[in-house]
């Protein structure tokens, strides 16, 4: 059994920054990659950011220059530390474990940029 858990959202002021965690634990041979979708209200599902088992960090255009990941996959841990958060930022952030042939997925845990 594979779970996936992820830490660190909450409600933040525009311009603030926030940091969240994801962590993979169970049954785990090999970690093809680990990264972060977002979905906003109303909104599709997107991409935010992918770490490879190989270590290298690749976030989506849009997001780049605020948004970094950063893990450690030999502990299934990565990072997202996001910075100059505005409203549109507001979304369910949900940690993805790619392994081979599966993929698992946490929770999720809510985003809310706010005054």
């Known amino acids: 059994q594979v779970q996936v858990v992820e830490s660190g959202g909450g409600l933040v002021p525009p311009g603030g920054s926030l940091r969240l965690s994801c962590t993979a634990s169970g049954n785990i041979e090999r970690v093809n990659a680990m990264g972060w979708y977002r979905q906003a209200p109303g909104r599709n599902r997107e991409q935010v950011a992918l770490f490879t088992g190989g270590g290298r960090p690749h976030i989506v255009a849009s997001l780049r220059g605020r948004f970094n990941i950063s893990g450690d996959i030999a502990k299934y841990t990565i990072w997202l530390q996001m910075s100059d958060l505005n409203p549109v930022d507001t979304a369910v952030y949900s940690c993805?474990?790619?392994?081979?042939?599966?993929?698992?997925w946490g929770q999720g845990t809510q985003v809310t940029v706010s005054s």
């Open positions: 993805i474990l790619l392994v081979p042939g599966q993929e698992y």
